[in-house]
């Protein structure tokens, strides 16, 4: 053999090691063999009915969200603080009895329990993200949404696109169980971005571009989608409440020895 082949030779010697070694597969690079069909709330923070300021832009962005992750064979449940209307948090959900919990409360409920991975969408007040969304969010415990993941989306109508209160909601998600993945979504100008039906605005910019913006959020929605389904997959294996149970009596549980 020559230098050339013996070189070809001792790379592909070396690259079966390591696959013995560490156990690596290929991986498919079609984005498609990754739709994970989970069952998605998406957890909206807008609150407004009218202006001004306008236009209104919360919807915008519920919309396109809603239809990004139904475009990558999800199933989609859109919560509105508007339409749910909740009270201002003066009794959670885990404090009422059965017969007692208020019948919209039920429905939140049921709607968050079933859910395999969150959405939360907001928009920016005084750098900190939506009481509406944190009114729902306070209503339950971390039962209802642990050992799940969570995406964060942010807009605004300014150039930050909401990007201070996206990394507020950073703690509360992981307090509550449910882990935002790395990658958030952000609209900065959003009233220049989306349409009032959630479509792409054509701007004739390539860097605007429907393609660059179905990219830009589908990297943080695969990624929603690659641990939604591993969680799926290993709670099917493992319950993960009988070495981590929820808290059914005080707060004084997780209290240290």
Known sequence: LNDEEMMSLSKRRCSRTIAIL??????ASDSSAFVAGLNVAVISGTTRTEGPPRPIIGDRVNQ??????ERRGNQVTLIDPREVDLP???????????RTTPAQLKDLHEILSSADAYVAITPEYNHAP????????NHFGSSVFSFKPSAIVSYSAGQWGG????????????????????AMIHFPKCQEVLDETGGIIDTGIKENSKERWDGYVDRCLSQLEWWGQATVEHKRRVDPTLKSPSFSRDPSQRDAP
């Open 64 to 69: 396109y969200i809603v239809a990004s992750l």
């Open 88 to 98: 201002l948090l003066n009794k959670p959900h885990f404090a009422y009895s059965p």
């Open 130 to 137: 939506s009481p509406g969304l944190l009114n729902i969010l």
């Open 22 to 27: 560490f156990g690596c597969r290929s991986f």
């Open 163 to 182: 990007t201070r209160a996206a990394h507020s909601l950073r703690p509360i998600l992981s307090e509550l169980g449910c882990l935002p993945v790395s």
